[in-house]
T-cell receptor, first 114, second 113 residues
Framework: DVKVTQSSRYLVKRTGEKVFLECVQD?????MFWYRQDPGLGLRLIYF???????EKGDIPEGYSVSREKKERFSLILESASTNQTSMYLC?????????????FGPGTRLLVL | GENVEQHPSTLSVQEGDSAVIKCTYS??????FPWYKQELGKRPQLIID?????GEKKDQRIAVTLNKTAKHFSLHITETQPEDSAVYFC????????????FGQGTTLQVKP
Protein backbone atom coordinates (compact mmCIF):
# COMPACT_ATOMS: atom_id res chain seq x y z
CA ASP A 1 0.00 0.00 0.00
CA VAL A 2 1.39 3.37 -1.03
CA LYS A 3 2.08 5.72 1.82
CA VAL A 4 2.58 9.45 1.32
CA THR A 5 3.23 11.51 4.43
CA GLN A 6 3.52 15.24 5.01
CA SER A 7 5.52 16.79 7.82
CA SER A 8 2.71 18.85 9.36
CA ARG A 9 -1.09 18.72 9.35
CA TYR A 10 -1.44 22.33 10.52
CA LEU A 11 0.99 25.22 10.34
CA VAL A 12 0.74 28.88 11.38
CA LYS A 13 3.36 31.30 10.06
CA ARG A 14 3.93 35.05 9.92
CA THR A 15 4.08 37.12 6.77
CA GLY A 16 7.63 37.18 5.42
CA GLU A 17 8.71 33.93 7.05
CA LYS A 18 10.39 31.20 5.04
CA VAL A 19 8.25 28.06 5.15
CA PHE A 20 9.23 24.48 4.39
CA LEU A 21 6.64 21.80 3.65
CA GLU A 22 7.98 18.27 3.46
CA CYS A 23 6.56 15.25 1.67
CA VAL A 24 7.84 11.69 1.82
CA GLN A 25 6.67 8.64 -0.13
CA ASP A 26 7.70 5.07 0.55
CA UNK A 27 7.00 3.41 -2.83
CA UNK A 28 10.06 4.51 -4.79
CA UNK A 29 7.88 6.58 -7.13
CA UNK A 30 9.70 8.69 -9.69
CA UNK A 31 7.10 11.46 -10.02
CA MET A 32 6.04 13.77 -7.20
CA PHE A 33 3.67 16.74 -7.19
CA TRP A 34 2.69 19.70 -5.04
CA TYR A 35 -0.85 21.11 -5.25
CA ARG A 36 -2.76 23.73 -3.40
CA GLN A 37 -6.46 23.24 -2.73
CA ASP A 38 -8.80 26.19 -2.39
CA PRO A 39 -12.62 26.10 -2.20
CA GLY A 40 -14.21 26.40 -5.64
CA LEU A 41 -10.86 26.13 -7.41
CA GLY A 42 -10.13 22.43 -7.07
CA LEU A 43 -6.51 21.28 -6.96
CA ARG A 44 -3.99 23.46 -8.75
CA LEU A 45 -0.50 22.24 -9.59
CA ILE A 46 2.34 24.29 -8.12
CA TYR A 47 5.40 22.22 -9.09
CA PHE A 48 6.19 18.67 -10.03
CA UNK A 49 9.29 16.54 -10.27
CA UNK A 50 9.91 13.77 -12.76
CA UNK A 51 12.85 12.40 -10.82
CA UNK A 52 15.60 13.33 -8.37
CA UNK A 53 16.93 16.86 -8.90
CA UNK A 54 14.42 17.41 -11.71
CA UNK A 55 11.60 19.91 -11.35
CA GLU A 56 9.12 21.67 -13.55
CA LYS A 57 6.75 24.55 -12.91
CA GLY A 58 3.06 23.86 -12.73
CA ASP A 59 0.22 26.30 -13.20
CA ILE A 60 0.84 28.54 -10.16
CA PRO A 61 4.57 28.50 -9.27
CA GLU A 62 4.91 32.16 -8.30
CA GLY A 63 6.12 32.59 -4.73
CA TYR A 64 7.14 28.94 -4.42
CA SER A 65 10.21 26.82 -5.04
CA VAL A 66 10.91 23.11 -4.60
CA SER A 67 13.73 20.76 -3.79
CA ARG A 68 14.17 17.07 -4.56
CA GLU A 69 17.53 15.82 -3.38
CA LYS A 70 16.35 12.28 -2.67
CA LYS A 71 13.82 10.20 -4.56
CA GLU A 72 11.47 9.75 -1.62
CA ARG A 73 11.38 13.38 -0.48
CA PHE A 74 9.91 16.45 -2.20
CA SER A 75 9.96 19.79 -0.41
CA LEU A 76 7.89 22.87 -1.11
CA ILE A 77 9.41 26.18 -0.04
CA LEU A 78 7.63 29.47 0.43
CA GLU A 79 10.52 31.94 0.25
CA SER A 80 8.60 34.77 1.92
CA ALA A 81 5.14 33.73 3.06
CA SER A 82 2.23 35.99 2.23
CA THR A 83 -1.39 35.94 3.39
CA ASN A 84 -2.60 34.84 -0.06
CA GLN A 85 -0.63 31.63 0.41
CA THR A 86 -2.97 30.57 3.18
CA SER A 87 -4.32 27.31 1.83
CA MET A 88 -4.36 23.51 2.00
CA TYR A 89 -1.24 22.00 0.42
CA LEU A 90 -1.34 18.47 -0.93
CA CYS A 91 1.57 16.34 -2.05
CA UNK A 92 1.18 13.38 -4.40
CA UNK A 93 3.35 10.71 -5.98
CA UNK A 94 3.08 8.46 -9.00
CA UNK A 95 5.07 5.81 -10.83
CA UNK A 96 5.18 6.55 -14.57
CA UNK A 97 4.30 3.94 -17.13
CA UNK A 98 1.31 2.60 -18.96
CA UNK A 99 -1.51 1.72 -16.62
CA UNK A 100 0.00 3.45 -13.61
CA UNK A 101 -1.15 7.03 -13.92
CA UNK A 102 -2.78 7.02 -10.49
CA UNK A 103 -1.56 9.75 -8.18
CA UNK A 104 -1.47 8.96 -4.46
CA PHE A 105 -2.01 11.86 -2.10
CA GLY A 106 -0.66 12.78 1.30
CA PRO A 107 -2.97 13.94 4.11
CA GLY A 108 -2.37 17.62 3.40
CA THR A 109 -0.92 20.55 5.32
CA ARG A 110 -3.27 23.38 6.20
CA LEU A 111 -1.17 26.55 6.25
CA LEU A 112 -2.32 29.81 7.81
CA VAL A 113 -0.19 32.90 7.12
CA LEU A 114 -0.91 35.79 9.48
CA GLY B 1 -4.34 26.90 -21.00
CA GLU B 2 -6.08 23.56 -20.74
CA ASN B 3 -8.87 23.18 -18.22
CA VAL B 4 -11.52 20.88 -16.78
CA GLU B 5 -14.99 22.18 -15.92
CA GLN B 6 -17.00 20.28 -13.29
CA HIS B 7 -20.71 20.61 -12.47
CA PRO B 8 -22.55 20.96 -10.23
CA SER B 9 -20.50 22.54 -7.45
CA THR B 10 -22.92 21.19 -4.83
CA LEU B 11 -25.37 18.32 -4.98
CA SER B 12 -27.85 17.19 -2.37
CA VAL B 13 -29.75 13.90 -2.74
CA GLN B 14 -31.88 11.63 -0.58
CA GLU B 15 -30.41 8.35 0.52
CA GLY B 16 -31.11 5.72 -2.12
CA ASP B 17 -31.32 8.19 -5.00
CA SER B 18 -28.74 8.44 -7.78
CA ALA B 19 -26.16 11.20 -8.16
CA VAL B 20 -24.48 12.36 -11.36
CA ILE B 21 -21.47 14.65 -11.64
CA LYS B 22 -20.34 15.90 -15.04
CA CYS B 23 -16.98 17.12 -16.34
CA THR B 24 -15.80 18.63 -19.60
CA TYR B 25 -12.16 18.78 -20.64
CA SER B 26 -10.34 20.82 -23.26
CA UNK B 27 -7.12 18.91 -24.04
CA UNK B 28 -7.67 16.63 -27.05
CA UNK B 29 -4.61 14.60 -26.00
CA UNK B 30 -6.12 13.65 -22.63
CA UNK B 31 -6.32 9.86 -22.37
CA UNK B 32 -6.79 9.15 -18.67
CA PHE B 33 -9.68 10.34 -16.48
CA PRO B 34 -9.64 9.57 -12.75
CA TRP B 35 -12.21 10.45 -10.10
CA TYR B 36 -11.15 11.21 -6.53
CA LYS B 37 -13.25 11.27 -3.37
CA GLN B 38 -12.20 13.47 -0.47
CA GLU B 39 -13.98 12.98 2.83
CA LEU B 40 -13.92 15.80 5.34
CA GLY B 41 -10.43 16.24 6.76
CA LYS B 42 -8.96 13.41 4.70
CA ARG B 43 -6.80 13.02 1.63
CA PRO B 44 -8.25 12.61 -1.88
CA GLN B 45 -8.50 8.95 -2.81
CA LEU B 46 -9.00 7.41 -6.23
CA ILE B 47 -12.40 5.73 -6.54
CA ILE B 48 -12.55 4.93 -10.24
CA ASP B 49 -10.77 5.83 -13.46
CA UNK B 50 -11.27 5.36 -17.18
CA UNK B 51 -9.04 5.43 -20.22
CA UNK B 52 -9.80 6.93 -23.58
CA UNK B 53 -10.20 3.55 -25.30
CA UNK B 54 -13.15 2.64 -23.05
CA GLY B 55 -16.59 4.23 -23.07
CA GLU B 56 -17.86 3.04 -19.71
CA LYS B 57 -16.55 1.42 -16.54
CA LYS B 58 -18.46 0.20 -13.52
CA ASP B 59 -17.45 -0.78 -10.00
CA GLN B 60 -20.35 -1.80 -7.78
CA ARG B 61 -22.45 1.34 -7.19
CA ILE B 62 -20.23 3.73 -9.11
CA ALA B 63 -19.77 4.06 -12.84
CA VAL B 64 -17.98 6.44 -15.16
CA THR B 65 -18.87 7.20 -18.78
CA LEU B 66 -16.68 8.91 -21.35
CA ASN B 67 -17.66 10.64 -24.58
CA LYS B 68 -14.39 11.51 -26.33
CA THR B 69 -16.07 13.25 -29.22
CA ALA B 70 -17.83 15.69 -26.95
CA LYS B 71 -14.97 15.71 -24.40
CA HIS B 72 -17.38 14.86 -21.60
CA PHE B 73 -17.11 12.35 -18.80
CA SER B 74 -19.45 11.69 -15.90
CA LEU B 75 -19.55 9.93 -12.54
CA HIS B 76 -22.72 8.04 -11.63
CA ILE B 77 -23.42 6.87 -8.09
CA THR B 78 -26.49 4.68 -7.60
CA GLU B 79 -28.29 3.83 -4.36
CA THR B 80 -26.47 6.60 -2.52
CA GLN B 81 -25.64 6.18 1.15
CA PRO B 82 -24.71 8.77 3.82
CA GLU B 83 -21.07 7.62 3.64
CA ASP B 84 -20.98 8.77 0.01
CA SER B 85 -21.11 12.35 1.33
CA ALA B 86 -17.79 13.95 0.33
CA VAL B 87 -16.15 16.23 -2.19
CA TYR B 88 -15.60 14.58 -5.57
CA PHE B 89 -12.97 15.73 -8.06
CA CYS B 90 -12.69 14.75 -11.69
CA UNK B 91 -9.38 15.06 -13.52
CA UNK B 92 -7.95 14.64 -17.00
CA UNK B 93 -4.40 13.78 -17.99
CA UNK B 94 -2.51 16.57 -19.69
CA UNK B 95 -0.76 16.15 -23.02
CA UNK B 96 -0.73 12.40 -23.34
CA UNK B 97 1.70 10.75 -20.91
CA UNK B 98 3.19 13.75 -19.07
CA UNK B 99 1.93 12.42 -15.76
CA UNK B 100 0.21 15.69 -15.02
CA UNK B 101 -3.48 15.91 -14.19
CA UNK B 102 -5.82 18.86 -14.50
CA PHE B 103 -8.51 18.81 -11.84
CA GLY B 104 -12.05 20.05 -11.90
CA GLN B 105 -13.32 22.48 -9.28
CA GLY B 106 -14.92 19.78 -7.14
CA THR B 107 -18.49 18.77 -6.25
CA THR B 108 -19.71 18.63 -2.68
CA LEU B 109 -22.17 15.76 -2.45
CA GLN B 110 -24.52 15.57 0.51
CA VAL B 111 -26.60 12.43 0.98
CA LYS B 112 -29.47 13.01 3.38
CA PRO B 113 -30.58 10.01 5.47
Amino acid sequence: DVKVTQSSRYLVKRTGEKVFLECVQDMDHENMFWYRQDPGLGLRLIYFSYDVKMKEKGDIPEGYSVSREKKERFSLILESASTNQTSMYLCASREPGQGTETQYFGPGTRLLVL
Amino acid sequence: GENVEQHPSTLSVQEGDSAVIKCTYSDSASNYFPWYKQELGKRPQLIIDIRSNVGEKKDQRIAVTLNKTAKHFSLHITETQPEDSAVYFCAASLGGNTGKLIFGQGTTLQVKP
